[in-house]
């Protein structure tokens, strides 16, 4: 395929309004995707993830690649759309990039469901690297890391950013730390708090043994340390081919692809099934006493066991 941008926008399209064509596009693309780097960028509302994206952006457009941006950002309770669809913090980055926003539509883990498709229309049209920037939606943002290869986790100073890391669990999956807006006072102690809790998860056996995450101070206003992040995403992407990690990454992002359709599939089942009449007898049984929540619950497994 080629990156003709017109197509791959009609394409994405198509990607996110699922459905029979969406599953076309997924076959077609598939076995010319596989090369591209997918990095994820991560971190809380207001870290500056947009701009150090868009510095990163122009970063690797210096460096001869491809790059291209699928931002996942908040819908609109109204349209469904992505409210941030301008993407005007990344208005510096070089024409050369291709940028897609996508709506969340909902989904809890900051990840549209069409995400793993769009990563694969993109690599397939011959952008490299493929970078998901997603909004910062608290605990849940482990999702990224099973979209993408590298896992960017983006902290500020003064916010209680790197204990919050520790929290969601992401120290245990994020492979490069950027604290931005190093220039703030608390940046070093942001960054003392990341190596005393990364000291900590190679104590308990969290960790991986092997590789130990980076942690780059950065001023994304002004772009210091982005040719470091840089660097550092390189350098794991070089340490997974070279452990023969990369594989067992790009099965874990199908087996997130695989769930995520699933969980769809269920969701619309289950809204088909407790739509019929059988269920609405079981529903108001429930309701007036005469059955138990248990009871509807076997029935609406028996209903769900049913279906083809």
């Given at each position: 395929?080629?990156?003709?941008?017109?197509?791959?926008?009609?394409?994405?399209?198509?990607?996110?309004?699922?459905?029979?064509?969406?599953?076309?596009?997924?076959?077609?693309?598939?076995?010319?995707?596989?090369?591209?780097?997918?990095?994820?960028?991560?971190?809380?509302?207001?870290?500056?993830?947009?701009?150090?994206?868009?510095?990163?952006?122009?970063?690797?457009?210096?460096?001869?690649?491809?790059?291209?941006?699928?931002?996942?950002?908040?819908?609109?309770?109204?349209?469904?759309?992505?409210?941030?669809?301008?993407?005007?913090?990344?208005?510096?980055?070089?024409?050369?990039?291709?940028?897609?926003?996508?709506?969340?539509?909902?989904?809890?883990?900051?990840?549209?469901?069409?995400?793993?498709g769009?990563?694969?229309?993109?690599?397939?049209?011959?952008?490299?690297?493929?970078?998901?920037?997603?909004v910062?939606?608290?605990?849940?943002?482990?999702?990224?890391?099973?979209?993408?290869?590298?896992?960017?986790?983006?902290?500020?100073?003064?916010?209680?950013?790197?204990?919050?890391?520790?929290?969601?669990?992401?120290?245990?999956?994020?492979?490069?730390?950027?604290?931005?807006?190093?220039?703030?006072?608390?940046?070093?102690?942001?960054?003392?708090?990341?190596?005393?809790?990364?000291?900590?998860?190679?104590?308990?056996?969290?960790?991986?043994?092997?590789?130990?995450?980076?942690?780059v101070?950065?001023?994304?206003?002004?772009?210091?340390?982005?040719?470091?992040?840089?660097?550092?995403?390189?350098?794991?992407?070089?340490?997974?081919?070279?452990?023969?990690r990369?594989?067992?990454?790009?099965?874990?992002?199908?087996?997130?692809?695989?769930?995520?359709?699933?969980?769809?599939?269920?969701?619309?089942?289950?809204?088909?099934?407790?739509?019929?009449?059988?269920?609405?007898?079981?529903?108001?049984?429930?309701?007036?006493?005469?059955?138990?929540?248990?009871a509807?619950?076997?029935?609406l497994?028996?209903?769900?066991?049913?279906r083809?």
């Amino acid at each position: 395929m080629t990156g003709d941008r017109r197509a791959v926008g009609r394409l994405l399209s198509l990607v996110e309004r699922g459905g029979a064509e969406a599953e076309q596009i997924a076959e077609l693309t598939h076995a010319a995707s596989r090369d591209a780097h997918v990095i994820g960028i991560t971190g809380a509302p207001g870290a500056g993830k947009s701009t150090m994206v868009a510095r990163l952006v122009a970063e690797s457009t210096s460096r001869g690649n491809s790059p291209a941006v699928l931002a996942v950002d908040p819908s609109s309770p109204l349209t469904g759309g992505a409210i941030l669809g301008d993407r005007v913090r990344m208005a510096e980055i070089d024409t050369t990039a291709f940028i897609r926003s996508v709506a969340t539509r909902g989904h809890a883990g900051g990840l549209a469901l069409a995400v793993p498709g769009g990563a694969r229309v993109l690599a397939a049209s011959g952008f490299d690297p493929v970078v998901i920037e997603t909004v910062g939606v608290g605990q849940v943002e482990v999702d990224i890391t099973a979209a993408a290869d590298t896992t960017v986790v983006v902290v500020t100073p003064g916010m209680g950013d790197a204990v919050q890391a520790n929290k969601a669990g992401l120290l245990e999956v994020a492979d490069v730390f950027v604290v931005n807006k190093a220039d703030r006072p608390g940046a070093d102690d942001t960054r003392r708090d990341l190596e005393l809790m990364l000291e900590l998860s190679h104590v308990t056996g969290q960790g991986n043994a092997d590789f130990r995450p980076s942690i780059v101070m950065v001023n994304s206003l002004d772009g210091t340390g982005v040719d470091e992040v840089a660097a550092r995403i390189e350098a794991h992407r070089a340490y997974l081919e070279h452990s023969g990690r990369l594989h067992a990454r790009r099965c874990r992002r199908v087996r997130f692809e695989l769930a995520s359709r699933a969980g769809l599939r269920f969701e619309r089942d289950l809204e088909t099934i407790l739509g019929s009449p059988t269920m609405a007898a079981v529903i108001d049984d429930v309701a007036a006493g005469t059955a138990t929540p248990a009871a509807g619950l076997d029935a609406l497994a028996a209903s769900l066991a049913e279906r083809p």
